[in-house]
């Protein structure tokens, strides 16, 4: 991916060596980072944890390597261990060679000389990981004194400055002074790259570094550690839950499950040609933004394993569709895959790709992930097939707007202005459909769930559910005749239940409040718990005996309890692993196929939007910007902020993500206080820094409204989807070239061109 | 950040004018000096008591109302904070015992703060540890002896280690030695002989809490994100400990110096009490034994603008440690 | 998680059983931790003894508070009396079980009481915020700044009014304590409230239409309900020191009433010739506060939930702290 290579044949050659396919001992002499026979194991109150159990690979310079698995997988503990950083109780054994010295062993004392100066890491969390009382710039400056005590003041700061706008904070001069809490989280980010690469490190670890971001900020960071890596020429290990993330980095993959590598490979052959099940339902469990026709996704039943007990068998066994029993007698070597591969788009079988699975060979490219993993078929629900319009109406929004005054002042409040969380927000809900609402975080959705679900007759706004309006919600009961036709499922689900209270007790109260009787009630939540896949004897454990998606399906029992019509989700799967994620999605579409229900979903992951949403509106600054199916609005969006949001989206396509124009918006979301006259998006938008003065004249001073696809200035193409309104002046305009990267492919890549990147800026 | 704390600091006035003027109705209602007066030998006649009270400025037939608006007056306009019934004036006396209060426990505050904290760094640094072990015991140990009875504990044993040498080395009350006389560096030492017992036992009382808080505090910071970074830069783990986690543990530390304060002061009843230094506090409670109803007052206007300070003191550390109130 | 669309044959056949099967009641879980720390279970016995001791130990001995050994004054401990005589003659042990049983009721009633109103005022002002919120909170501040001591000594040495006429001293000095001992939980209460109001499954119960009084009794008080334990326990504990301490100095308990400050007190004069009457009620009091303290220690961490001791929520809380990202 890096530029520096061009030769495709000297690529494979040293790809041979990247993904770690050496014996034990033999590392070659040009790998920056060789890792062999890794092992940490952790001392616990229930018995030794053997957190990552032989983990072996050799980096080379300028290369990036991928560690992708889920929570528990033991993918940060093999960072911390490469760094040293594991507290003295871990008990660490293998070997870790940097440039050929050994690391493992070394004193903490010994470790600094390297910390930070050959090997640096950036962390997951931006915003606790940057010490509060100190600048930005002293931060900075540590990094360079711990390893260069006898640099000059001036020098240092010079080099603060210089790394400042490398990882492209404005006006870095002045912002060396600023603490990290006037940070937003994306800069805080970048300060901890720049921390990071300061000394110029061989080896950079990053750990999650974009998983607490929003996708366009994600963007903006994946592009600083691009141009970080460049500039460096450091060798990357990009540690992440993502698949979409590592897709367009990494040169090689190592998938970990249990604390054990179980794939390795090129990055081609992992996505293209998985040869683990476990490898295979990881991708086909993640919904694609740019997938039109609808696929049930591959649920992965069970749980990780327990890493206290050593396994006996395959540890994916437990969890594996095609177990026998040969997987659950000792544990299966990483093997290379043999022979040449069906598919004829991978590398040859040059044995860099490897597999733990003792059914590697009778896996391939042309096996139907689906059908292994027994995916339930995509669940119709019998509205489908009613038109739209004919369908009732379960909620309607009318003009609904939450300003909120801010005051400053101590004794007498001054009014220094308005935050517009929410401004003229309308759309209706119809019976069966899945309405979500995407954007940024501080775009207004959240608000815009409060809104919704604390209804009361004096809000700005009407807010109609199932045919009550909140005008009229002045006496209690037509209150909770509106409330029981709404629910909500929250996104964190260990917050969501009261740690007091048993199952059965979370599920009961709604049942209670709505003046069940016991004997019924006792009934309907063993329907409850069968509805949502848990065990109804399970309905005596708290809920710290689940897992974070069987807490989630408590919370949408819960939800269901009193049968409502519209089931609010704010952000459903967002908590959880990838693996688990797929089997909550699958079922939010079965039940709404099978109760006939309607969803308000709010999401940042517009992968999941794109395969569970019928209808989706984007918001930005408290205002619908695009509205519409979902086909219509991914397939072909007209607003510029729509097109740059779906482009942030990584997908978990190599070749495609090597090969796709995106748009990067520079900075953050403004502040909602600063809301420019005229379009909220002008200060941030692609279009607009392209357009001539004259036109940009029109964007400051008038609003955009809401007009339909279809309208005269919108190509003809488009008036087949009527379904779609957005709000832009020049939904054609020319995007600003500063904006668009595309990245060079060092791939060879026969399928590019029928992959062609659907965001079109330049003609 | 200046109009922060002078917006903080109008507040707290008006808690202080607030609490004041409730203590005066409390003391005004409840202090009846006159019935001392009836124990006097020769006996006074009522009219007696009167007049002489009404020209010290506490005429008993006013109503309380009366005498509040006489006695604020008094003290807005001229700073005036009356008389005690002996005839002796507040403003007077004031001054000598808030000398002796302060010169008590201004070297304990500070060596509280400075051991407790230093102690709480130490022990944390050794978790689980003996000395760790013991240091913490002791803590909790403070922690169920009330202090009057600690500092009487210690006077014991000053008392003992007096009798075992045989000589008097220290002394376990007063604040000098009357009528002493000779050079600077006699008096010099014969203070210290006095200092050293109070500040020993208000110290040893008043650190415990101080050390259980650092040590809980710098705990939850230690194995923080932050710190974790610090260490990827290249420091050592006692490096990035010492220059991170340790500045901001003592955010809350410093804020909770408000309470140290008047929790010393406090306690300074019944350290004066005990080992016989005419203080502010000892005073305060003589002179409810004596029915001043303006002693009374003033002692608890003292206290409160005590805690006033200590907060504002708090206020001014926390911006001081922690940035982020800066831009507040 | 099983199979969304298969229905498990042996849950249906389960569910007969789960009709008669009984939720777990959380305080039995929290007793049994309480129960498996033994400093804890230790501090509790002791508490025990020294309660009922005080109660009924006035049966074990022949001599009462009042009468006077004319012929046994300031004697060390004999069998006829077994903690000795005070100087005036009085049997020490009858002294020290009524002392005993005056601090346990102050601190008790105080403890409890304090902790009852500041539960009620905190959760006031977390219900409703705002402006009465502002306005209590600062009321709350003032009380802060009044040194309690001041007013402790005014409300029990203030001449010869009716209140302090009619009541007992012990009675005076709870009614003060306690006007200075609940600001501090309520505080905590308030703040504690506060964010559980902005809790998930509290928002949850009010988007379902669960009426106030409702959600504040099932949700806010069970989630408060352990710090209320243990404030209630840290309040006995600061009740019985402030009683000790303000008595020791002689602003407290009054004679005729005895409290074990009392008995402090007056030993102080002559510890050298009398130790045991010093050194024996200064033993019952350590041993009052540190069995409270003990016992608070074993409270505190029954009712932790990250405690380890749920039996198998390994797997659970190993998620919960992997799953800190995306958010």
Redesign the interface.
Known sequence: MSSETTASTEMTAERLHVAGLHAPGYAPADAVLSVRDLNVRFNSENGVVHAVRGVDFDLLPGKTLGIVGESGSGKSVTSLAIMGLLPPTAGVTGSVRLNGTELLGLSDKAMCRYRGNDLAMVFQDPLSSLTPVYTVGHQIIEALTVHHPKMSKQATEARAVELLGMVGIPSPKDRLKAFPHEFSGGMRQRVMIAIAIANNPRVLVADEPTTALDVTIQAQVLEVLHTAQEETGAAVVMITHDLGVVAGMADDIMVMYAGKPVETGSVEDIYYNPRMPYTMGLLGAVPRVDASEKISLVPIEGIPPNLIHSPTGCSFAPRCPLVGDACLHGEPELRAVGGPPEAGNGLPGNGTHKAACVKTDSLGADVDVHEIFQAPAVPVSRFDAVPRLERRTVLELKDVRKHFPLLKGSLIKRRIGTVKAVDGLSFDIREGECFSIVGESGCGKTTTLLEIMEFHKDQDGEVTIGGLSNKAASDARTKSAMRKELQMVFQDPTGALDPRFTVYEVLSEPLENAGMAKPAIRKRIMELMQLVGLQPDHVNRFPNQFSGGQRQRIGIARALAVNPKLVVLDEPVSALDVSVQAGVINLLDKLRAELGLSYLMVAHDLSVVRHISNRVAVMYLGKIVEIGDVDNVFDNPRHPYTRALLSAIPVPDPRLERTRERIILQGDLPSPLDAPTGCNFATRCPVFAALPAAKQEKCLTLEPPLEPVGSPQVTAAATAAPDQQFACFFPDGELDADMLIVHETDLPDPQSTNLAPKMKGKP | MF?YLA?RAATYLL??F??TT??YF??V?????A??EQERMPRPTPEQVTNSFRLKGLDPTLSPWERYLDWLTAVVTRWDWGRSPNGAFINAEFGDRVWISTRLFLASIVLTLIIGVALGVYTAARQYKFQDRVITSYS?LV???????AY?LVQ?GAINVNESIGERIFFVTGISTPGLEGNAWVQFVDMLAHYTVPTLAITLVGWGTYQIAQRQYLLDNV????V??????????NQAIT??AL??SF?PVAQSIAFTI?AI??GG??AE??FAWPGVGSW??DA??L?DVNA?TA??AY??VI??IGAILADFATTL????VR?Q | MTNLNAIDPAAVAEEARIENDVVIAKSSIILRRFLRNKTAVAGLVIFLALTVLSFVGGFFSAWDKETIDPFNIGMPPSAEHLLGTSQAGIDLYALMVEGTRISILIGLVVGLVSVLIAAVYGCTMAYFGGKVDKVMLFVLEALIMMPALLVVAVATSGGGNGLRENLPSWLLLIIVLLVFSWMGTARLIRSLSMSLMQRDFVKAAQYMGVPARRIVWRHLVPNIGSLLVLDITRGVTGAILAEVAFSFIGIGIKVPDVSLGVLIGQATSQVATFPWMFWVPLMVMFLLTGSLAMMNDGLRDAFDPSSSSVGSAKTGKKYKTAKKKSK
């Open positions: 109009r917006k808690m202080i607030l609490t409730a203590g409390l003391a209602s409840t202090l009846q000096p019935l001392l909790y922690y169920i002896v009330p202090a009057p009875i009487f014991l194995n923080a994100d932050f974790r970074t610090a260490r990827a830069k290249g420091l050592t783990r220059r991170h500045r901001v955010i008047p002061f406090a009843f019944f009490k005990i305060s409670i409810i034994a029915q009374a002692t608890l206290g409160s805690f006033a440690v922690d940035p982020r831009v």
